[in-house]
Each structure stands twice: as structure tokens, then as C-alpha cells.
């Protein structure tokens, strides 16, 4: 999700707490539960900051180890004891199982949208990404805002918001039964389908589609259940020749490939060098591929050039691409 939703959901969580008497009743508590709350509903996300070092650490660990079963109980532990060393009169075991939930729902709802999270790590390293809600839905945020001015008007909290994320649940299982019917259409239409990956956007009606099939790959859309099919492009493996060896070598290539569930590729020759794209096919915008790896590579098999990232036209690629006259 978007931070704005995770910090929402964390607010939630701190008003949820206040089931217990404890918290419900003393100012400092209730306070330092909610700073609990908050600060461990976005904590997994702290590894946003290795986008300064480059887009393809960046993409190679975001949402990986600070997202797995390791961090999910360590940044609960972190966040707890800080706060009870800050706070001694509050006891660390009125903190933590809080600050534990408001960890464990960040990593949760992430694992419902197309970027997925590696939540089973150190057990596995895939990728888990069921693609039927949006980085940012906003029946999710609004209910969330509903709430809040619920609980400013003098409700209960913990009731408000048990209500909301009753009706959230109720949604959850709307946009996956939405998601089954898209790929029934699919698997009829296609027949020989080896990979289906849904992308919701922010409108509820309109979702962005990449099938895999034995020979193709297909970027479709569905609006109102229809599917309409924008790109056809034959399935090509990458080929086992040096040019590709030194490509596969290239930083940037790597990480889009460890992340990139369905991309296809091409090359182009120039006097000089050898330019060769990676695309991925799943976040088309406005007929533009904006995600891909690029490297150039010389006549003698030097990278002299690579990036990888999200780009929306070709100019500020090649920006990004520039290098001397040689």
C-alpha cells in the first residue's frame, strides 16, 4: 500500500487498542501506543531510503528482508523497547503486541497488490504479489478517513473501526472474486495461458492485464469486464550467445530480472555499441512501457552504459543513458 494508507491503518490500530482499560484510560499510554502504532505500520518501508543509492539496490530490497518473517518481528521488538526506554512508565508488553499487529498488517495488506512483497523469506525468496488491489485504493483510505471523523464526533473507537475493517474484509473478497472472473475470461479466450498477472488501477472498473501464452505475450485491459487486447508481442527466450552473457552480468539487469515477472526484450545495432532493452509488460501507461533495464554494451563486449527504473519517454532514457564519443 501507499504510506498515507499504512499510516492510516496504524492510526486505526491505536484507536483499536484502547480495548484495553490500560491504554484506553491514561493520556500517556494511549500516546505512546499510538506513536507505536504508526511509526511500525510504515517501519518495514524504511528501505525506500536505498533508492538514493541507485533504482537497482532499490529493487533488488525493497519489500524483500524488511518485509520478511525476521523484520516483522524485529522492528516490533526495535520500536517497543525505544519507545519503553523513552517512556519508562509505560510497560514494554503494553507497547509491543501493538506495535507486533500494526508490522504484521503493513506486511499483509502488501501482499495484495501487483509489486507483491518476499514475506516468506529466509524460507523463499519469491515473490508474492496477488494483484487485486491497487498501491493506493481509495475505498480503503476513504473508510479509514470515515472513521477517523467517526472517533472525532466521540464514538468508540475500537467498534468504529471493527465495523470498517469488517467492511474492508467484505472488499478484500469483492476485488478477488472481480480478479477469478478476469482470469476465467482469460484461460477461455487464450485456452494455452501460462501466466495471468492483474493489475487493478484506482478505478474499480478498470484493471491492466499481461498473459503469458506458449508463443505470445499479450497486454490487455478490462473495462467493465470486457477485455480489450492493446499488445500483442512474440515470445522470444533470451538467447545463449556472449553479447547476452556480459549483458546478464550488468548490475541493472540483474535487478530488473530477480524482479520483473513477465517482460519480454530487444536490441538494437549501432555502429558503435549494442543497445539492449528489457521491458516489462506489466505497467502499461498511455501506450508507454515505463518500466525497463537498459544496457549498452561495445562492439568488444564492454558495458559502457545501464540503467533500470521507471522512465516515461525516450528522452529522459537516454539522458539517463548518455555517454561520450569513443
Known sequence: MDTGTHIAMGIALGGIATINPVIQQDPVIFSTVMIGTVVCSHAPDFDTVLKFKSNAVYLRHHRGITHSIPFILFWGLLIASILSLIVPDVSFMTIWPWCALAVILHVFVDIFNAYGTQALRPFSNNWIALGFINTFDPVIFSLH??????????????????????????????????????????????????GIYTSPTIKQNIWRLAITTRDSFYVARSVDGHIQIVDQFKRRPVPNTRLMATVKTDYNIAAFRSFSSVYRWEQVEHEHYTEVRFIDLRYRSKDHYPFVAVVKVTNDLRIISSYTGWVFSEQKLQDKLLIEDF
Open 145 to 194: 478517513m470515515v472513521g477517523f471523523v467517526i472517533w472525532f464526533f466521540g464514538t468508540n473507537p475500537t467498534l468504529t473501526f471493527a465495523v470498517i475493517y469488517l467492511l474492508l474484509i467484505l472488499y478484500y473478497l469483492k476485488r478477488y472474486m472481480q480478479k477469478k472472473v478476469l482470469e476465467r475470461k482469460l484461460l477461455l479466450y487464450f485456452g494455452d495461458v501460462e
